[in-house]
């Protein structure tokens, strides 16, 4: 068993979030402080982020599945949870969701994709990073995760910082092979098989995973509902507050 970082906070029914790619758990820290003052909110680090172990090796995501169904078991006492994904988290939560249901509430799939029909930006992203390191491609993804009119504030600006140190302290091997994981994806069958109830996020100003990624999603996964957040990629970065009341609505609506 690997040796993943894990924060707990608050009490109540338990919520687990996962972050996107070359993030660590503070990319949650707005919905976790929303979140904390009712439910128990478990947040980790991937493997190969943050503070959790780096691993050597290729890397697929239902490995990253498998770690996660692991942490549920041993932090939530057999309890059920409910899982909220974001990018490489919410493909966490496809792969999740078909193997391990019984440990699932609900799943929140935010910003992400089930299949990516073109793979040469995540080969061309990973090539990057082995000829010149992380910091490379730092700018242009933080540029992604944020909108300008956001990154613009004070607020913003600060968490852009934040966003982009630890992307740079990511080790480049364990990058690419979590960028490998992400660009070989296909959950186009199994999500026809989720029987877990799925609430499903697109961000309005998405460029990396656009509102066409989340309705496909929506249309394949049995029952599934489509929210739709005015933010660019790392929307619960941008509007914690917005997120956590999506979350509420769909936990509440069951």
Not at 130 to 155: C, D, F, Q, S
Not at 171 to 186: G, L, M, T
Request: aromatic share 6%; hydrophobic share 50%.
């Amino acid at each position: 068993m690997i040796r993943l970082n894990v924060v707990r906070e608050g009490n109540g029914p338990i919520v687990v979030l996962s972050h996107a790619l070359g993030c660590d758990l503070r990319m949650w820290d707005g919905v976790a402080a929303q979140l904390a003052r009712a439910h128990t909110v478990l947040r980790y680090d991937h493997r190969n982020h943050g503070a959790s172990e780096v691993v050597p090796g290729a890397l697929r995501i239902e490995t990253l599945a498998q770690d996660a169904a692991e942490l549920i078991q041993r932090e939530a006492d057999g309890e059920p949870v409910h899982f909220v994904g974001l990018s490489m988290g919410g493909m966490t939560a496809q792969a999740l969701a078909v193997r391990h249901p019984e440990l699932l509430k609900t799943v929140v799939i935010a910003n992400s994709a089930a299949y990516y029909p073109d793979q040469s930006p995540w080969r061309a992203r990973a090539e990057t990073v082995n000829a010149k390191g992380v910091a490379a491609i730092a700018p242009g993804a933080v540029a992604r995760w944020l909108t300008p009119a956001y990154a613009g504030t004070p607020e913003g600006a600060v968490a852009a910082k934040t966003l982009h140190d630890v992307l740079v302290r990511t080790e480049a091997q364990a990058y690419i092979e979590s960028c490998n994981a992400v660009a070989a994806i296909d959950f186009r069958d199994s999500n026809r098989r989720i029987a877990v109830p799925t609430l499903v996020v697109g961000g309005l100003q998405d460029e990396a995973t656009p509102m066409a990624m989340s309705e496909a999603m929506a249309a394949a996964i049995p029952n599934a509902r489509l929210a739709t957040i005015d933010a660019a990629h790392l929307s619960a970065v941008e509007r914690p507050v917005e997120f956590t009341q999506l979350l509420i609505d769909f936990w509440r609506s069951l």
